[in-house]
């Protein structure tokens, strides 16, 4: 949104650093972005969200262009899917697309891709746990790192045969191909099953829920609130009036 931003205040006072992750970042200029990529900040791109709520375009160029390594968020999963492989899916798709528009402009074709599919899983993997200062111990698969994994699989055809396990993994796998979750060293999904938990009563406890927060809705007002008229403008003036000098 257009409202006002504490993001330089912020900067003066020392308080950015690389013990934080921004999210979105879609409307940082680049003064903001050498600012944030001095300081070490992390980015988190919810590319789903963004794409879809018209936040402006992804910034993986950005991160590339300052280098910060990207990682995935999924934002409003009452909007979208909630999955990072998904997220992997659609922010490698529109990083393609974005690296070679100026060829489709000037009526080139297109040769090779910009970014693998490997890049895209190190998105979702090694650099969300840096991001997070986990790398020492999780986000790769590495001697001496906690054993968290998520194994994929099965008898889905779109999975089959596999010719590059990356790109089988980011294109053509489903949350429900995830066949085993482990969680330092210990499983919390295993054939396809949760361990411990029973999702047919949370899926009906979450059904349930959702119809009595409707239902308290309607009892407060005729029709779900919608957004008024000039609502976001309101917003920031209201932002503008509080923000500190």
């Known amino acids: 949104m257009g409202g006002p931003s504490v993001f330089e205040p912020l900067a003066r006072a020392g308080l950015l650093g690389p013990d934080q992750v921004h999210i979105h970042c879609n409307t940082l200029t680049d003064e903001r972005w050498r600012i944030l990529a001095d300081s070490g900040v992390k980015v988190s791109i919810s590319v789903e969200t963004e794409l879809n709520m018209g936040m402006g375009r992804p910034v993986f160029a950005k991160c590339e262009e300052f280098g910060v390594k990207p990682t995935l968020s999924c934002d409003v999963v009452s909007l979208n899917s909630g999955d990072l492989i998904t997220q992997a899916r659609m922010?490698?798709?529109f990083k393609r697309w974005a690296d070679t528009e100026h060829l489709n402009l000037s009526g080139k074709d297109?040769?090779?891709v910009s970014t693998t599919a490997l890049q895209a899983l190190?998105?979702?993997t090694i650099n969300g746990a840096e991001a997070c200062g986990l790398d020492d111990i999780v986000g790769s698969i590495t001697v001496g790192k906690k054993a968290d994994l998520i194994m994929a699989g099965g008898q889905d055809m779109a999975l089959h045969p596999v010719i590059d396990a990356p790109g089988t993994l980011i294109y053509q796998t489903k949350p429900s191909d995830i066949r085993h979750v482990m969680v330092a060293g210990r499983f919390v999904k295993r054939d396809g099953v949760l361990v411990d938990h029973d999702l047919p009563t949370l899926l009906v406890e979450a059904d349930r829920s959702a119809q009595q927060i409707l239902a308290r809705?309607?009892?407060a007002s005729r029709d779900l609130p919608g957004k008024p008229r000039d609502g976001f403008d309101d917003l920031a003036?209201?932002?503008r009036a509080n923000l500190w000098a």
Do not use: C, D, K, S
Request: net charge negative.
């Open 91 to 93: 922010g490698l798709a």
């Open 237 to 239: 003036e209201a932002m």
């Open 110 to 112: 297109v040769e090779q």
């Open 217 to 219: 809705i309607r009892a």
């Open 122 to 124: 190190e998105w979702a």
